[in-house]
Each structure stands twice: as C-alpha cells, then as structure tokens.
C-alpha cells in the first residue's frame, strides 16, 4: 500500500487575472514548491502560445506529458513535452502517459491545425500501455484532460490502462467506469480540491489497483505554507509594476465609454465581437456591452496593460451556440429592450447588423428586414453558428432565451475572451518590435554598404593620382553623411519603437487585409513585390516581412524624392521620422497614400505567407505604412443603427 499524490492534470498557467500580468509565469514556482511530480497539458497551458508554454516547461522541475498531439514539424510531442515515461515511486515503476480530446485542440489560439498531429487517444493509449510494460512499468496510469465521456470511452477501450487521473472537466467525481472497473478520478478544480489516494498494487497488470481516497477541500482553514505565500506576494507585488507595461498599438482612439457600450454601437465593442466570431469560427457573435468596463475613451497610440485590465477586468468564458435565425432576433430583441436605460445587456455585435426603433414596445424594437448575418438577411428558421459569451448562456442579463441553446463548444473548451484580446494586442507588440528590429538592422545594412562603396571608390581614386577626386566622389561623402545621421535615427527608433502618433496626424495610409489595392493580392507568395522577395529569402526574422514592401520600395522611392532636395528639405524630414513619422531621411521620402496603402498590403501578405497568426486575427491588424506601425484600426460601421418612428437614422 502506497500513496500516490502530485499529479497535475493540465490548465496551471491560465486563466487567472495574475496570468494576464505574467503570462503563467507565477505558476512555476508554486508548482516547483509543492513538489508535482508530473503533469499532463491543458488547453489553457497554451494560451500564451507554444513557445512560451516551452520556456516554463524548462523551469519546471517535473516533466509534462502530451501524448497524442503531435509537431507537425518535428514529429514530436507539441511543446517539447514527454510522450511517455517511469517515474520509481518508493520502489515501484509507475508508467505514465497524457492523452487529451481533439475537441479542445481546435479552439486553441496559438495552434493551428496544419501545425499539428493529432493521434487517436485509444489507440495511442493502448500503443504506450504495452510500451511501458515492456520498459518494467508495474502501473500503467492514464493522466488525461479529457470531458467525462471520453475518459469513459478510454477506460472501456483500452484495459491495459489500469487508472485515469483526469481534467478538463471542473467537477469533483470518481467513477468505477464499464467494463473493466476502471476507476476514473476528476479533482475539481483551480486546486480548491485534491485528492489523496492511497493505491495497492497488485501483482498483475492485468488486474485493478485496489484504491483507498480521500477528498482534501482547501479552504481559508488550511494554513498557508510560508513559502508559497513568499512566491504569491512576490507575484501581486509585480502586478503593479506591470501596469504600464506596453500591450499593443491602436491608430484610433477606442471608445469605452458606458453611454456608448451600453446604448449604441462601439468600435472598442465591434473589436472584442470581431475576435470572438474569428477566433470560434462562428457565423456572428454577440455579448452585452456590460462587459466592457474602463468607462473611458483610450486614446490613439500605445496601448498598456493598465488598459487591458481596466477594459476586461472579467475572464469571462466563451461559448459557441447554434441558434435558429428567431433564437438570434429573439436575443437582438433582449439587447436593445431597456433602451434608453444604460443596462449592461445592450448588445455589441459582429457579423450581424440589424436597425431598431426605441420608440415602440419592448420585444419588437427590432426593425423588420433590417437584421442580416454575414452581409444576407436574416432566415429565421436557419441554423447559425453564434459565439456569446458563457455568462449569456447562463440566461443572465435577461437573455432567458438562450439558456435553451445548443451549445457547439462549451466555456472550458474555448479561450476566455480576455486571453483573445490579450493575445492580438501581444501580436501587435510583437510586430512593432519586429518592425523596429528590421530598421534598425536594414539601416545598418545600408550605412555599411554606403560605406564600402565610398572606400573602394576612394582607393580607385588614390591609384589613379586623383588630387580631390571627382564630383561623383564628393557626392558619395556627403551621401555617407547623410547614411550616418539615417543610422542614428534607426538606433533611436529600435530603441524607442512605440513614438506616438501625432492626434493632427491622419491614417489615410492604414490598410486593412481584403481592401482591393491595384497590383497586389494577399494570402501568397506571388503578391509580394519582385523587389522584396530576395529579401525574403535573404532574411528569416518576422522583421522581413512585415518591413519588406516598405523598406525595399520606399526606399526606392525616396532615392528619387531626394534626388533635388537641399539640406532645410532634408533637415525637415528627419524632424519628421524623429516625431514618429515613417518618412524622412537621406532615402525615405513621403509616399503618396495609394502607394503606401500598396506596400501595406505586400507587407502583410507576406506577413500572411510566412508567419501566419493562429485563428486568422490578423484580418484585424492593420499596417500605417508611413508611421511604420502594426495596430488595431476599429471603427464604427453601422453595424447597430437606431430608427426613431421607423426612420432610419443614428
């Protein structure tokens, strides 16, 4: 008899309000401490992306386990996790195996399916039971993140699995599951539960573990450990120190205020409902404005952390529904039924745009043949995908209705809406760093380039007994001049990225992937510019292409803008790029808006081919050609129009 304890069955580094601050870091030493000895993967462990689920595994001081998903680059398990292995506990070989659903592997925001492998449970189950008794295991046990069913369909399949320790679900439960009498162990969840088991071996792998538990509730009665206590206040304690931490880039301003989420449509509102019906592949989304709660308009430039937290302080789940063209009107009905009072159920919506008249009853307000989804109008007796938040499920807010709604994907499958948001805002950093990274090196590039030209043209002039050299030369000295000053105005940038954008400034220039640009496509290697794809080859970093269009062809362009300029021209220019303009300089003169939109669209359809963002939320970035800056660019688009008496109007 023996006590096996410390499994961990997935989801430890999201969702929390701390993981928003720290990406799931405060979880490895408190896990570390504890002293887990292994654990299976999550869905929500790869809410920050696989590489950085891959840095915390090495700080772990125990392995995780994913068995059934596969790199499809490397043919080994995603993250860098163990497929299979024997940990000795008090002399006995204990063989472990983590096998997860594929249901929650598509819902995933930093995996794509292409990316992947996806192996059936059962049969990778029963192909690693045998390979662990082979290896001397004299316990084969299964940790799972899994729904109840598929632990089931598991133990019944696959005998030589002789205990499922399992997640995924939220409950606590234990089941003797059919035929075999498997013993499947749910412990709840958010570690307010655990379960202590106590298990005899028995002598044949063939036969049940005899298993004796006991069921620990943690509570405020359980004293705190001294330590885990140091490393948690630690962790608060740097919560306020990230608060101005940068999180992104909007070239508008974003409108948060009450009056407007809770009584009209908001581009802030139109964002967050964008990356809901993307990210859950739904026909239309929809949550009450209620949930976005700064109470403020953010202005245009550098987003923080500060913004995130005061804007989503809720992790709120999501829930993709099939709902009926009625259930969908019936809904819209709900939203704009309180109308005018400033009620949290007033809708913001994507996908859908529909008109409402505030001055007749409560319950046909909406407009009819006003309400269409996807662009077409609305089929009452049609089956829609709708991604709502959980909360509306739960038929709050009024929204009794859907209570009755199937659900497609449930809240503990999906991302939270919080970790979406946070995870585009994170791409968008990510880019503007990239971008300012690739200056700063093409610059460089250029400066040395320039600068082996004037010296192999001064060593021509030498051998040749020219005295003070030619015109041509003296030009290329003053063209190195000028490279020089570009160079530290490169430095600054990459040192500096997020200058702000001037609130005169226009965004013209911004393009948006699918806007018909003449001569350029998306989505392939054949819309990037003849020039830049040399570059592409040449260059591996994300900085190429999100920079390529920009820099090989304005540069170009500049070239022959500055060909006649006087040095106040030049002097005016570089006050622009030090202001945060993307013009200026010796070669990087001002582009017309059509060609700047042209070069936005080759830099993210290179961007689209080489480095895609997973769940396809890039369709909601967009690229300041001129300002050299990726961002969120929502507005208001008459998505919700309010008709007073039945005309149409604001």
């Not at 399992?166 to 539960?193: C, M, N, Q, W």
């Not at 304005?554 to 945060?580: C, L």
Request: overall charge negative; proline content about 4%.
């Amino acid at each position: 008899m023996w006590s096996l304890v410390r499994w961990s069955r997935g989801d430890c580094l999201n969702p929390s309000l701390m993981s928003a601050f720290t990406r799931g870091e405060q979880m490895v030493p408190v896990l570390n401490s504890i002293g887990v000895h292994a654990a299976a993967v999550g869905n929500h462990d790869f809410d920050f992306g696989v590489e950085r689920l891959q840095q915390h595994m090495h700080n772990f001081r125990f392995p995780w386990l994913l068995s059934n998903v596969l790199s499809a680059q490397t043919g080994q398990p995603l993250g860098g996790a163990h497929r299979s292995l024997i940990l000795d506990w008090h002399g006995v070989k204990v063989g472990l195996m983590g096998l997860v659903e594929r249901e929650w592997l598509l819902t995933i925001p930093s995996v794509e399916e292409r990316d992947i492998v996806f192996l059936d449970f059962c049969d990778e189950g029963r192909r690693l039971a045998a390979q662990l008794a082979a290896e001397g295991a004299e316990l084969i046990v299964a940790l799972t993140h899994m729904r109840t069913p598929n632990d089931l369909v598991l133990a019944g399949a696959v005998p030589e699995i002789q205990l499922l320790l399992s997640g995924h679900d939220h409950h606590y439960e234990i089941t003797e599951s059919a035929p075999h009498g498997t013993l499947v162990f749910k412990s709840g969840t958010d570690f307010r539960e655990l379960s202590l088991l106590h298990i005899n071996v028995p002598a044949s792998l063939a036969e049940r573990p005899r298993v004796e538990w006991e069921r620990i509730n943690v509570t405020s009665a359980v004293p705190e450990d001294p330590e885990v206590a140091a490393i948690v206040q630690g962790y608060l304690d740097l919560m306020g120190t990230k608060m101005d931490e940068p999180m992104g880039w909007s070239h508008t301003p974003l409108d948060a205020r009450f009056d407007v989420v809770r009584r009209q449509e908001s581009n802030l509102g139109s964002l967050f409902a964008d990356i809901c019906r993307i990210s859950l592949g739904a026909d239309a989304a929809f949550f009450n404005g209620g949930t976005i709660r700064s109470d403020q308009v953010h202005a245009a430039g550098q987003l923080l952390m500060r913004d995130f937290v005061s804007m989503l302080p809720f992790t709120d789940e999501l829930v993709l529904l099939e709902l009926s063209g009625s259930d969908i009107l019936t809904a819209l009905e709900t939203g704009v039924g309180s109308f005018p009072a400033l009620e949290g159920r007033f809708l913001q919506v994507s996908g859908v745009t529909f008109a409402f008249d505030s001055d007749r009853p409560a319950g046909s307000r909406i407009v009819p043949g006003s309400v269409t989804v996807g662009g077409e109008p609305l089929e009452l007796e049609r089956r829609y995908k709708v991604a709502t938040k959980a909360y509306l499920r739960g038929g709050k807010d009024g929204f009794e209705s859907l209570k009755a709604a199937n659900v497609l994907v449930d809240g503990e499958t999906n991302p939270r809406l919080a970790t979406l948001v946070q995870y585009l805002w994170m791409r968008v950093e990510y880019l503007n760093e990239s971008v300012a990274e690739e200056w700063h090196r093409m610059v460089a590039a250029e400066a040395a380039r320039e600068a082996a030209e004037a010296e192999v043209a001064q060593g021509e002039a030498g051998s040749n007994g020219s005295s003070g050299g030619s015109s041509g030369n003296g030009s290329s000295g003053s063209e190195q001049a000028q490279r020089t000053a570009v160079l530290a105005h490169g430095e600054a940038e990459a040192s500096h990225a997020s200058s702000a954008v001037s609130s005169t400034s226009s965004i013209d220039a911004v393009y948006s992937p699918g806007a018909a640009i003449s001569g350029t496509a998306t989505g392939g290697p054949g819309s990037i510019p003849l020039a830049a794809e040399q570059h592409v080859l040449e260059v591996t970093a994300t900085g190429a292409a999100i920079s390529l269009a920009l820099l090989l062809q304005q540069r170009a362009a500049g070239d022959d803008a500055s060909s006649g300029s006087d040095s106040e021209d030049e002097d005016a220019a570089s006050d622009q790029q030090r202001q945060g303009g993307g013009g200026g300089g010796a070669w990087l003169g001002d582009l017309p808006n059509e060609e700047a939109r042209a070069h936005s669209s080759a830099a993210l359809s290179a961007l689209a081919y080489l480095e895609p963002c997973a769940h396809g939320l890039d369709e909601l970035i967009v690229f300041d050609a001129v300002r050299r800056k990726f961002g969120i660019a929502p507005q208001v688009e008459g998505r919700i129009t309010r008709a007073p008496g039945g005309a149409a109007g604001k």
